[in-house]
């Protein structure tokens, strides 16, 4: 893994001068059902301002996913593209220039957090699982399943029967 600290001493107080980096690190990160467990790569470039530096940047990383729906299992690249500002004295955002350095790996990490999805679905019109047997609708019917006189629901079954 390669360190994401870039050198920014010479940029504050330099509108317009830009430093290039690159860089990749670790992470662990989870939402819901998708998981994010190895390199995060980031690319991008650090512009000087008057008391500040801000860093654009692409980030991105493999998640594996799963469907909410038939639990089929996948994996794609997730890519987000992200600024941040760094200044000397830390505002809100928590994020300042140390040491003439800026660490733009965790503005990366939360903005690929941001970007995970919530809800995964492998396909829009996804069918999902039978509840009685477990088939995965999208690849066939499961062939019905006997009636149960028992349900409290059984009554209803007549009121839509045209």
Not at 17 to 34: E, N, Y
Request: with cysteine; glycine share 10%; hydrophobic share 40%.
């Amino acid at each position: 893994m390669t360190s994401m600290l870039v050198q920014v001493g010479d940029l504050i107080g330099s509108p317009g001068k830009v430093r290039p980096f690159a860089g990749s690190r670790s992470v662990s990160l989870r939402l819901g059902d998708t998981t994010v467990d190895g390199p995060m790569e980031v690319a991008g470039r650090v512009l000087g301002m008057i008391d500040a530096v801000k860093a654009e940047f692409t980030v991105s990383a493999i998640a594996r996913l799963e469907c909410i729906r038939c639990l089929t299992e996948w994996e794609e690249t997730v890519t987000v593209e992200a600024e941040q500002y760094f200044r000397l004295v830390p505002d809100e955002d928590g994020y300042a220039i140390v040491d003439y350095q800026v660490d733009i790996s965790g503005p990366a990490q939360d903005e690929l957090a941001l970007a995970l999805p919530a809800v995964t679905l492998c396909k829009e019109d996804c069918l999902g699982l039978c509840p009685t047997c477990g088939t995965d609708l999208n690849s066939g019917s499961c062939g019905g399943h006997g009636e149960d006189p028992d349900s409290p629901f059984a009554v209803l079954k007549d009121l839509f029967d045209t």
